[in-house]
């Protein structure tokens, strides 16, 4: 069994900040990458940040500059710090992980969401 909790949303006026984070639990042997996508009403889900177990990061064009994905191996969690919000960035945002357990089996998870509401 392996769950994502993520946490960190709310509300906040335009320009202001919030950091979202997500943890990953249960029988986990390796977690490759892990990324945040947003899915407002009506509309597909896409990816905002993605970023490998390397490191190497991955940023849709509407957020690069102000929004930064960064992990904590030791603790198997996923953080997206969202600088310089606007309103259109108003979202439920999703975290997945690519994770590997230690029945081997690799499968990529969802967290639940998370709301996010930027207001003008």
């Known amino acids: 069994q392996v769950q994502l909790v993520e946490s960190g949303g709310g509300l906040v006026q335009a320009g202001g900040s919030l950091r979202l984070s997500c943890a990953a639990s249960?029988?986990?042997?390796?977690?490759?990458?892990m990324g945040w996508y947003r899915q407002a009403p009506g509309k597909q889900r896409e990816l905002v940040a993605a970023?490998?177990?390397?490191?190497?990061?991955n940023y849709a064009d509407s957020v690069k500059g102000r929004f930064t994905i960064s992990r904590d191996n030791a603790k198997n969690t996923v953080y997206l710090q969202m600088n310089s919000l606007k309103p259109e960035d108003t979202n439920v945002y999703y975290c997945?992980?690519?994770?590997?357990?230690?029945?081997?089996?690799?499968?990529?998870?969802w967290g639940q969401g998370t709301q996010v509401t930027v207001s003008s």
């Open positions: 249960g029988t986990i042997f390796s977690i490759n990458a």
């Open positions: 970023i490998t177990s390397g490191s190497t990061t």
């Open positions: 997945n992980a690519d994770i590997t357990t230690f029945g081997f089996h690799k499968f990529l998870y």
